[in-house]
């Protein structure tokens, strides 16, 4: 969606939008789930919408019944008994080997002692252990002897002590196969009880399956919690490991519970995690720890089914974010990741969530020039947008649209609770919307601005204490509106009028004419007038523009002074070859100028010089011309009619002051109500030119005069004296060239 902020972009994708999500089907819930057979991998689950919630209550139920159901089952007579006969058939096997080694000891004088450290074998004589004194006093043929049989033993009492892991093992796992035939049954009853509210979503059914299989040999998690452990530091307690039966959670990534047809989401922060989702962390012990059920959707997730409405220049200045939406729509499935893994020198061991598929819209806004920017430079764009919509900034003038207007007006009077707004205030803004663009056949389309409008009469209206907003209440805000932007402009007017900036409004002056400029300053923008200079001179230089040759002027200015060379070439050097110097400025000019809109008054200057003939200082001048001395269009006509009145008025109208302007602008007129009435009073005169012979006639009274079939001009006539003029400029530098005078100097143009 291309278009400038204001044009309308949000709110015409917002009726679009909602219009045809409210027709689509309300997309699936989407859930995280523990995966019992890879733990890092938690697998993602598709439920119709609503089911979501409605499968985590009845895994917590599950789990909740299960914690009180599988201690009761371990409580009864039946577990009791079995567990006890397993005991003890483990003890008496125990014990008949420990009796049988210790027989097999006695029989090689050998006592068995037990103790905190194991078995020990002691040699025995006359019925009594060894003691120390009794060991050594032994000569070295019975030590050997009873050394060698002690080894024996040993070896004995290895094996015996393997036989009696094994019998413990085999016992653990008859008990842990008794207690998983104890729990079947209650665990077998309440997971089938929530088959059967899912018994149509196979994917559920799998995962329960799962859980009864993962229940049973875990059922040690169901029993009595531990308590606490003691820090080996007084006052200091072990926190509780972490819940092991949090496994058995729910995680429920999108909810569509309450959604009525398709999603639509509006992203105002477009990060990476925030368009992909992330996973978050908890602080255990100085470290950093997650699990699945701390898996947080992003807007591709809650989009997912519907639409997802984004700024472009949002998504780009997000690191990453792109690249993430970009792969996502290519292959139609968010795959959740850590930004930061691509930065890192080693990898860390983390949670890879199984990928979601998505089915999404995407809208993007975005500037038209933005919008290029990513069909030429971005080669998978144009694949992934293959629709767009270009909003522009005007629209016709015509009934449809003012009634367009009227119901916006309405629409956000209704919205915003302000009052009322009469026809007249409706007029009035309408024609505000036709000033915005500067033409009298269009309208604005920066509805933000007219929104502002409204709002600032209508406070205006209520400061009036009137139940109506009417044309005055609009006019007093649009007039508000300037003074608090204006200062600038209001500075600049004094100086002209104190005499600190030269601008004449009456009299005539030879080679010194008034003209326009427009400053612009971010929300407004207005008229300054500049007195523009020329001075003729024998030379080979041509048109020296001192603002280009000092660098103050722009490239499309210094077009128009090269635009000036040409006309010059075609209209006066047909016989005769240009040879003149003519130094041409914009006085009291400390910034930059840039732009064509100055080209025609250059013209008129430089003529006028040429032709020693003055021109009305009571006239200001815009337009743009080109090599054939047609003048051209322009903007901000209305700033620069409004800025020369000002000036007018401040130094005093006298009926003859004007403005004269491109004849193809006259369609862009939009002027304030000040100066429509002064020159309907004929205070004030407002030119329409087409022609650089029509506007220098006006300038100075004499007429342009039309080339005769022989090249020259009629006698009298202002291109008579120019031609004559430059005639005598190329003849004195022949002469002076002749004597040796015009050495060094540039070749003719």
Same mark, same amino acid.
């Not at 032994?138 to 094996?159: A, F, G, P, Y």
């Not at 601005?449 to 109506?468: K, M």
């Not at 204006?486 to 600049?492: D, K």
């Not at 020296?544 to 090269?562: M, P, S, W, Y």
């Given at each position: 969606?291309?278009?400038?902020?204001?044009?309308?972009?949000?709110?015409?994708?917002?009726?679009?939008? /909602?219009?045809?999500? +409210?027709?689509?089907?309300?997309?699936? !819930?989407?859930?995280?789930?523990?995966?019992?057979?890879?733990?890092?991998?938690?697998?993602?689950?598709?439920?119709?919408?609503?089911?979501?919630?409605?499968? #985590?209550?009845?895994?917590?139920?599950?789990?909740?019944?299960?914690?009180?159901?599988?201690?009761?089952?371990?409580?009864?007579?039946?577990?009791?008994?079995?567990?006890?006969?397993?005991?003890? $058939?483990?003890?008496?096997?125990?014990?008949? &080997?420990?009796?049988?080694?210790?027989?097999?000891?006695?029989?090689?004088?050998?006592?068995?002692?037990?103790?905190?450290?194991?078995?020990?074998?002691?040699?025995?004589? !006359?019925?009594?252990?060894?003691?120390?004194?009794?060991?050594?006093?032994?000569?070295?043929?019975?030590?050997?002897?009873?050394?060698?049989?002690?080894?024996?033993?040993?070896?004995?009492?290895?094996?015996?002590?393997?036989?009696?892991?094994?019998?413990?093992?085999?016992?653990?796992?008859?008990?842990?196969?008794?207690?998983?035939?104890?729990?079947?049954?209650?665990?077998?009853?309440?997971?089938?009880?929530?088959?059967? %509210?899912?018994?149509?979503?196979?994917?559920?059914?799998?995962?329960?399956?799962?859980?009864?299989? $993962?229940?049973?040999?875990?059922?040690?998690?169901?029993?009595?919690?531990?308590?606490?452990?003691?820090?080996?530091?007084?006052?200091?307690?072990?926190?509780?490991?972490?819940?092991?039966?949090?496994? @058995?959670?729910?995680?429920?990534?999108?909810?569509?519970?309450?959604?009525?047809?398709?999603?639509?989401?509006?992203?105002?922060?477009?990060?990476?995690?925030?368009?992909?989702? =992330?996973?978050? @962390?908890?602080?255990?012990?100085?470290?950093?720890?997650? !699990?699945?059920?701390?898996?947080?959707?992003?807007?591709?997730?809650?989009?997912?089914?519907?639409?997802?409405?984004?700024?472009?220049?949002?998504?780009?200045?997000?690191?990453?974010?792109?690249?993430?939406?970009?792969?996502?729509?290519?292959?139609?499935?968010? *795959?959740?990741?850590?930004?930061?893994?691509?930065?890192?020198?080693?990898?860390?061991?983390?949670?890879?969530?199984?990928?979601?598929?998505?089915?999404? #819209?995407?809208?993007?806004?975005?500037?038209?020039?933005?919008?290029?920017?990513?069909?030429?430079?971005?080669?998978?764009?144009?694949?992934?947008?293959?629709?767009?919509?270009?909003?522009?900034?005007?629209? $016709?003038?015509?009934?449809?649209?003012?009634?367009? @207007?009227?119901?916006?007006?309405?629409?956000?009077?209704?919205?915003?609770?302000?009052?009322?707004?009469? =026809?007249?205030?409706?007029?009035?803004?309408?024609?505000?919307?036709?000033?915005?663009?500067?033409?009298?056949?269009? &309208?604005?389309?920066?509805?933000?601005?007219?929104?502002?409008?409204?709002?600032?009469? !209508? @406070?205006?209206?209520?400061?009036?204490?009137?139940?109506?907003?009417?044309?005055?209440?609009?006019?007093? +805000?649009?007039?508000?509106?300037?003074?608090?932007?204006?200062?600038?402009?209001?500075?600049?007017?004094?100086?002209?009028?104190?005499?600190?900036?030269?601008?004449?409004?009456?009299?005539?002056?030879?080679?010194?004419? /008034?003209?326009?400029?427009?400053?612009?300053?971010?929300?407004?923008?207005?008229?300054?007038?500049?007195?523009?200079?020329?001075?003729?001179?024998?030379?080979?230089?041509?048109?020296?523009?001192?603002?280009?040759?000092?660098?103050?002027?722009?490239?499309?200015?210094?077009?128009?002074?090269?635009?000036?060379?040409?006309?010059?070439?075609?209209?006066? +050097?047909?016989?005769?070859?240009?040879?003149?110097?003519?130094?041409?400025?914009?006085?009291?000019?400390?910034?930059?100028?840039?732009? $064509?809109?100055?080209?025609?008054?250059?013209?008129?200057?430089?003529?006028?010089?040429?032709?020693?003939?003055?021109?009305?200082?009571?006239?200001?001048?815009?337009?743009?011309?080109?090599?054939?001395?047609?003048?051209?269009?322009?903007?901000?006509?209305?700033?620069?009619?409004?800025?020369?009145?000002?000036?007018?008025?401040?130094?005093?109208?006298?009926?003859?002051?004007?403005?004269?302007?491109?004849?193809?602008?006259?369609?862009?007129?939009?002027?304030?109500?000040?100066?429509?009435?002064?020159?309907? %009073?004929?205070?004030?005169?407002?030119?329409?030119?087409?022609?650089?012979?029509?506007?220098?006639?006006?300038?100075?009274?004499?007429?342009?005069?039309?080339?005769?079939?022989?090249?020259?001009?009629?006698?009298?006539?202002?291109?008579?004296?120019?031609?004559?003029?430059?005639?005598?400029?190329? *003849?004195?530098? #022949?002469?002076?060239?002749?004597?040796?005078?015009?050495?060094?100097?540039?070749?003719?143009?």
């Amino acid at each position: 969606m291309a278009g400038e902020p204001g044009t309308g972009r949000k709110t015409s994708i917002k009726i679009a939008v /909602n219009r045809t999500a +409210a027709e689509r089907p309300t997309p699936e !819930d989407w859930c995280y789930v523990h995966n019992f057979a890879q733990p890092d991998s938690p697998r993602a689950l598709r439920l119709p919408a609503g089911m979501g919630c409605e499968f #985590k209550r009845a895994v917590e139920d599950l789990v909740e019944e299960l914690k009180d159901e599988i201690p009761k089952a371990f409580e009864g007579p039946v577990y009791e008994e079995r567990r006890a006969h397993l005991v003890k $058939d483990l003890s008496e096997k125990r014990d008949e &080997l420990f009796n049988a080694f210790k027989a097999e000891a006695e029989d090689r004088g050998f006592t068995v002692e037990q103790s905190g450290g194991g078995i020990m074998t002691l040699p025995v004589k !006359d019925g009594k252990p060894m003691s120390s004194q009794e060991w050594e006093d032994l000569n070295e043929e019975d030590r050997s002897d009873l050394e060698q049989k002690q080894e024996d033993l040993q070896k004995v009492m290895r094996d015996i002590t393997r036989q009696v892991r094994d019998l413990e093992k085999s016992a653990k796992q008859k008990l842990r196969d008794l207690e998983r035939i104890i729990a079947a049954m209650p665990v077998t009853h309440a997971i089938d009880e929530v088959k059967e %509210a899912f018994e149509n979503h196979k994917p559920v059914i799998d995962y329960l399956e799962d859980l009864k299989e $993962d229940v049973l040999t875990h059922l040690e998690d169901f029993k009595d919690e531990e308590e606490e452990q003691q820090m080996p530091f007084p006052g200091m307690k072990m926190p509780r490991e972490t819940d092991t039966l949090l496994r @058995y959670g729910v995680n429920v990534l999108v909810d569509n519970c309450g959604q009525e047809g398709a999603p639509v989401i509006w992203e105002s922060n477009p990060s990476f995690y925030n368009l992909v989702g =992330r996973m978050e @962390y908890r602080a255990s012990m100085g470290t950093m720890t997650t !699990d699945y059920t701390m898996i947080k959707g992003g807007a591709l997730h809650q989009a997912n089914g519907g639409y997802l409405v984004v700024q472009a220049l949002d998504v780009l200045r997000n690191p990453g974010a792109w690249e993430a939406l970009k792969r996502s729509l290519q292959t139609h499935e968010i *795959r959740l990741e850590d930004l930061n893994d691509q930065f890192r020198m080693v990898q860390t061991q983390g949670l890879k969530p199984e990928a979601v598929p998505i089915d999404v #819209k995407v809208i993007m806004i975005g500037s038209p020039r933005l919008g290029m920017l990513l069909y030429d430079q971005e080669e998978d764009f144009s694949k992934l947008f293959k629709v767009k919509a270009d909003f522009g900034l005007i629209m $016709d003038h015509d009934d449809h649209t003012v009634q367009a @207007y009227a119901g916006f007006i309405t629409s956000l009077a209704r919205e915003e609770n302000l009052l009322p707004f009469h =026809r007249s205030a409706m007029a009035r803004i309408v024609e505000h919307g036709g000033r915005i663009v500067a033409d009298q056949g269009k &309208l604005s389309t920066r509805f933000v601005e007219i929104a502002d409008l409204l709002r600032e009469a !209508d @406070y205006w209206a209520q400061q009036n204490d009137s139940d109506i907003v009417t044309s005055e209440h609009v006019v007093q +805000a649009i007039g508000e509106k300037v003074y608090r932007s204006n200062r600038i402009e209001e500075r600049l007017q004094e100086m002209i009028t104190e005499g600190t900036v030269l601008v004449d409004t009456e009299g005539s002056m030879e080679g010194q004419i /008034n003209g326009l400029a427009v400053l612009g300053f971010g929300d407004y923008d207005f008229g300054k007038p500049s007195r523009l200079t020329a001075r003729v001179y024998a030379g080979k230089a041509g048109i020296i523009q001192i603002d280009r040759d000092t660098e103050l002027a722009g490239n499309l200015h210094n077009k128009g002074v090269l635009i000036l060379q040409g006309f010059f070439a075609s209209r006066y +050097a047909s016989k005769t070859p240009l040879s003149f110097s003519a130094s041409l400025t914009f006085e009291q000019l400390y910034g930059g100028i840039d732009g $064509d809109s100055a080209s025609s008054t250059e013209l008129y200057c430089l003529l006028s010089a040429l032709a020693r003939v003055p021109l009305r200082q009571d006239l200001a001048v815009t337009g743009s011309v080109n090599q054939l001395g047609e003048v051209q269009a322009i903007g901000g006509v209305n700033q620069k009619i409004e800025g020369w009145f000002h000036t007018c008025r401040l130094k005093g109208l006298t009926g003859t002051q004007g403005v004269m302007i491109p004849a193809s602008n006259v369609r862009n007129l939009q002027l304030k109500d000040e100066v429509i009435e002064a020159v309907e %009073a004929g205070q004030f005169s407002i030119y329409p030119i087409e022609h650089i012979d029509q506007g220098i006639a006006l300038l100075t009274g004499i007429e342009a005069g039309e080339q005769l079939e022989d090249g020259t001009w009629p006698e009298g006539s202002l291109n008579h004296r120019v031609a004559e003029h430059l005639e005598f400029l190329f *003849r004195s530098m #022949k002469e002076a060239s002749g004597n040796g005078n015009g050495k060094g100097m540039l070749s003719d143009i």
